[in-house]
């Protein structure tokens, strides 16, 4: 099981301050890599070589407009399969 923010997280600064906290959480062996996800812009997440999130981002005039993630080790299930 792992924690997940209760309600939305809205702006930028909400956002960033949120992230900012799971970074810090993670404790060094964090690698963040960009791809594609469900065909939108996206992040990948490791800690110590294991999945540990996975970010799509819905974007629009050169803004992220909206932010999925998904940290439920089932349903990252897709990004782990190496």
């Given at each position: 099981?792992?924690?997940a ?6 702006g ?5 301050r949120h992230?900012t906290?799971l ?5 060094g062996g ?8 469900n065909?939108r812009?996206g992040?990948v ?8 999130a996975?970010y799509?981002?819905?974007v ?8 999925w993630?998904?940290r439920?080790?089932?349903?990252r299930?897709?990004?782990t399969?190496?």
């Amino acid at each position: 099981m792992v924690a997940a923010a209760l309600h939305p997280i809205e702006g930028g600064e909400g956002i960033a301050r949120h992230l900012t906290d799971l970074a810090v959480r993670a404790s060094g062996g964090l690698t963040v890599l960009e791809r594609t996800v469900n065909g939108r812009a996206g992040l990948v997440i490791e800690h110590e070589g294991v999945t540990v999130a996975v970010y799509a981002f819905d974007v629009a005039d050169e803004r992220i407009t909206h932010i999925w993630a998904v940290r439920n080790p089932d349903k990252r299930r897709p990004w782990t399969a190496g």
